[in-house]
């Protein structure tokens, strides 16, 4: 099985011209949003769905450990505190800790966003107004940017959805940091940190592609 699935990553890179390491990072943001949003859906799954769900999360896990911190440093080390402080906020019995979580990945994913596609280079690539708010580019705009190379005929319907799931998380994160009364359980907590964790290994790999 494996093999021939290196075989069929392998044919459509070579069709499309997309390095097959963009081409698997989307099953992982495609499995990681769907996780996100089961969670949210059925907070109680039965004990064997539980089972089910838990080795695929384990294997997503596996693979951001070793690569995701790696990614952010990369940019910028001081990102590293920013994620640590995440991390530590989680796993305190803290009644606000979904808060102090959520705005700390809403300033690492703001940071990270500029540092992959700053302002400089946006107005080099479009002065397309509506992607511009108070003559500064939207993130919208730094997104689009970063998915500039791969943003085929072929990709383009995957690409627009994929933005705008982006920019449906990131309303879970600001919502998450203004709203008095909200809750989120352990679980739905680890499905926002996989989701952030993919979306950001994504990004800064098809920046890094092109």
Known sequence: FSNLNNELYNSIEHQLSVPKGILIQPSVEVFN?????????????????????????NRVEEINSSTFEKAIVSLNPSFANVWYGALQSIETENPEKARHFLVS???????ILKALAPDEKIRKWSN???????????????????NREINSTELSSFIEKDIDSILEFWTILQKG??????????????GIKLRFESTVKFLIDIERQS
Do not use: C, G, M, W
């Open 33 to 57: 949003n769907s996780y996100l949003t089961r969670t949210v859906l059925n907070p109680n799954d039965d004990d064997d769905s539980i089972a089910t769900i838990n080795k695929l999360v």
């Open 105 to 111: 990945l809403r300033e690492l994913f703001t940071r």
């Open 128 to 146: 397309d107004a509506s992607l511009y708010q108070n003559d500064k580019p939207t993130r919208k705009a730094r997104i689009l940017y970063l």
């Open 177 to 190: 940091t203004h709203s008095i009364d909200f809750k989120l359980t352990d679980r739905q907590l680890n």
